[in-house]
């Protein structure tokens, strides 16, 4: 069944129109009609079962049926992604908003290969936005994480230091393992995840994140690509104390 997003909040029993860009989908290139059955989500993130009752070229309303449960996770998680090349960011908030990521954030750090080019930050944090939005649909969520602009260390610092948890993955951590970290963390609802860049983050970094009172941890004995770790990361976490598995 397809997703769409509509204006405004909506309510059972009520009216709603689709965004524009929804429409247009809708009927151009779907080609649906009236009496279709879809997902609505509204600008706050509720979920209803929905029937198209008007269909037009560039507008389309519909009847919203039935407010279906909220399945957002129960923490919050915000990964902060040292600054990969374009395509593997673009998978990272692909795959992080399939998982229930609230929030990714690319990070300048030492190793970084590709360089942020501040002229263009916005159209790419757009194009991401995007992709997360889309990603949502496809997976029946109801709120796309957040994806904020490139980041320097030091603007993240102070929003680092506010998660019940921050945990870094990092391939030098000896026998610290995600599992013992819910054991003896077992009530953290915001917990932030570092993640190094293709070059791996410095010792440096690691230790102003320990400064920070992160705590490193191993995903196992294999070296992961930036991409995978993300990824593999954020599932063990939504396993550990969120709602997968």
């Not at 945990?167 to 970290?181: I, S």
């Not at 230790?207 to 063990?236: D, N, S, W, Y």
């Amino acid at each position: 069944m397809n997703s769409f997003y509509i204006a405004g909040r909506g309510e059972p029993g009520t009216q709603a129109s689709l965004l524009p860009e929804e429409a247009r989908h809708a009927a151009q290139v779907l080609r649906l009609r009236p009496g279709e059955a879809f997902f609505a989500v509204d600008e706050g993130g509720a979920r209803f079962l929905a029937e198209l009752t008007e269909v037009s070229k560039d507008a389309c309303a519909c009847a919203l049926r039935e407010a279906l449960p909220d399945n957002e996770p129960p923490v919050r998680l915000t990964v902060y992604q040292g600054l990969p090349k374009a395509d593997k960011l673009e998978l990272i908030a692909q795959k992080l908003t399939e998982l229930g990521a609230a929030r990714l954030v690319p990070v300048k750090m030492e190793r970084c290969v590709t360089k942020a080019d501040a002229k263009d930050a916005e159209k790419k944090r757009e194009r991401l936005q995007r992709i997360a939005r889309e990603a949502a649909k496809q997976c029946k969520r109801g709120r796309a994480p957040e994806i904020a602009p490139p980041q320097s260390w030091k603007q993240c610092e102070e929003e680092m230091q506010r998660h019940d948890l921050l945990l870094v993955p990092w391939e030098e951590a000896q026998g610290r393992m995600l599992k013992a970290m819910r054991e003896e963390f077992p009530g953290a609802r915001d917990i932030g995840l570092v993640i190094g860049p293709e070059g791996g983050m410095s010792g440096a970094e690691v230790g102003a994140l320990a400064r920070l009172g992160a705590l490193p941890v191993t995903l196992g004995p294999r070296i992961l690509r930036t991409e995978t770790a993300a990824v593999a990361a954020c599932a063990m976490t939504m396993l550990l104390w969120g709602d997968l598995g």
